[in-house]
């Protein structure tokens, strides 16, 4: 019964990241087209602006992403209530691959194999982790002193962030953006995960509860960075960061935090930090290697070019 629910488990999850390329597809066209009716002729994409953003989301298109993101959030949940965290998260790499063909055959772009490396490279270090996470992983008592845990590191990373953007916002690139998305991600679904465990275990108290209230300011903040990232670059990119960093980011607080790897031998965390290493590299690669970013690059190249002469 404990193995058929982790199958079902990933099931669920296999079918969140589905909904997610979906979704991810439609808010980065919203996104797109908004830029493009704010601005009298081409330009390279950019950070969003207030009056942009509220114009996005008033687009049907983007509305549409958004019930297909809000879909593939409670298939994840559902998948979460089944199986560890460790197991779940990594899945969404699925997103990566069905986003990447999806976009490419849209913007009619042709993938370098460059770009295909990087795809591949990043589907195999994910897919590493749900294998040896799925022969390791436990699922340990939620106690108090993991929830505070948790939240502690939270709050360090929303300081950390906050700081960072209202000091360097305007230069964040769309990896940079990536990035905080994907941190962000990955404390939502951990908190998620906190939070289902403990209505689970009949604890549902005040530390939970503030542990539902820090999940929706992390979703929030995450909302706003994924946003950008759309505006700063391709949807495959964006996927990549948060069906990479994300779990990357929820795994090392399921083990390091959670316990869900407690007394599991070197020769297993060792395929772990080397499919890390293997996902990590495929993001890196990816946000170089990609089309679009290539074309990105070189018009920033050009404008700066103009503005010199």
Known sequence: MFEWARILAICLAALGALSMSFG???QNDAVGLAQKSSRSKASIKSVLNLKQLLGVMRRPRWLAGTSLLGFATVLQLG??????????QPVGVIALVVTSLLNASLTKTRLNRATLLAIS?????????????????TEPKIDDNKLRSVLAVLVFILVIFGVAFLRYGKRFTALAYIVGTGVLYGFVATLAKVVIARIEQGEFEWLTVFCALALVVAMALGGWFVQNAYASGPPDLVI??????DPLVA???????????????????LP??????????????LAQVHPEMKLARNLRARITRRRVL
Not at 79 to 88: D, F, K
Not at 124 to 136: D, E, T
Not at 251 to 269: F, P, R, T
Not at 272 to 285: E, K, Q, W, Y
Request: with cysteine; aromatic share 6%; proline share 1%.
């Open 79 to 88: 998948a979460l209530s089944l199986a560890p965290l460790i197991v779940v």
């Open 251 to 269: 795994v090392i607080v399921g083990v390091a935090i959670l316990g869900e790897m407690d007394g599991v031998s070197i020769w297993i965390a």
């Open 121 to 137: 490279l990043c589907t195999l270090g994910i897919a590493g982790f749900v294998v040896a996470a799925s022969l390791a992983a």
């Open 24 to 26: 991810a597809q439609f």
């Open 272 to 285: 772990f930090l080397l499919c890390a290493g293997l996902a990590v590299t495929g993001v890196l690669l």
């Open 240 to 245: 990549a960061g948060l069906t990479v960093i």
